[in-house]
């Protein structure tokens, strides 16, 4: 199976902040990498998918960039909704492994 | 509104059997590939199971391979998860999730709790 590792675990940032998590595949998945948000009780939201396309309804500072196994995701100015849980995921074959996570916390 | 939201979870037993359910509304069922993903307690997400929209392509995790049966009703617009010889890993929350495309997860219902516990 695919792994992904996502870096930080952890990151503490002010509102205005631009801030970038990345995502490392174990082995090459071209373009087929999603990203998601997620708050405590909730379920994932989609943010981005093959590995730079935003999903309708997500504001634009949101971006992602990347091909091959490194991926990042940049939020380019911190707003309070955005303090949660960010997760990548591969859809390059099944099982389709997600990351560790990051969680962003409020400096 | 598009929704999905899942029913059945609840406690059993290891070695136990549970059926979820996922209604879909507010968009056109049939044309969608779906999913259940699962969630542990503190942990990430994991995918569990995938289906075709005619149900000829069914796929499984490994930890749930020869345990859980997927499948679909496109009338009813529901999709159901048969899960026997239940295991404490297999504690989790359940979600049901569409796919716009392969393995990508647009929709995500609110989620139904599986503990395995004696």
């Known amino acids: 199976d695919i792994q992904m590792t996502q870096s930080p675990s952890s990151l503490s940032a002010s509102v205005g902040d631009r801030v970038t998590i990345t995502c490392r595949a174990s082995?090459?998945?071209?373009?087929?990498l999603n990203w998601y948000q997620q708050k405590p009780g909730k379920a994932p939201r989609l943010l981005i998918y093959?590995?730079?396309s935003l999903q309708s309804g997500v504001p634009s500072r949101f971006s992602g960039s990347g091909s091959g196994t490194d991926f990042t995701l940049t939020i380019s100015s911190l707003q309070p909704d955005d303090f949660a849980t960010y997760y990548c995921?591969?859809?390059?074959?099944?099982?389709?492994?997600f990351g560790q996570g990051t969680k962003l916390e409020i400096k | 509104e598009v929704q999905l939201v899942e029913s059945g979870g609840g406690l059993v037993e290891p070695g136990g059997s549970l059926r979820l359910s996922c209604a879909a509304s507010?968009?056109?069922?049939?044309?969608?590939?779906m999913n259940w993903v699962r969630q542990a307690p503190g942990k990430g997400p994991e995918w569990v199971s995938s289906?075709?929209?005619?149900?000829?392509?069914?796929y499984y995790a490994d930890s749930v391979k020869g345990r859980f049966t997927i499948s679909r009703d496109n009338a009813k617009s529901s999709l159901y998860l048969q899960m026997n010889s239940l295991r404490a890993e297999d504690t989790a929350l359940y979600y049901c999730?569409?796919?716009?495309?392969?393995?990508?997860?647009?929709?995500w219902g609110q989620g139904t709790m599986v503990t395995v516990s004696s």
């Open positions: 999730a569409r796919s716009p495309r392969s393995l990508t997860f647009d929709i």
């Open positions: 507010g968009f056109t069922f049939s044309p969608y590939s």
């Open positions: 289906i075709s929209t005619r149900m000829t392509h069914i």
């Open positions: 082995q090459t998945i071209s373009k087929d």
């Open positions: 093959a590995a730079s």
């Open positions: 995921q591969h859809s390059y074959s099944t099982p389709g492994t």
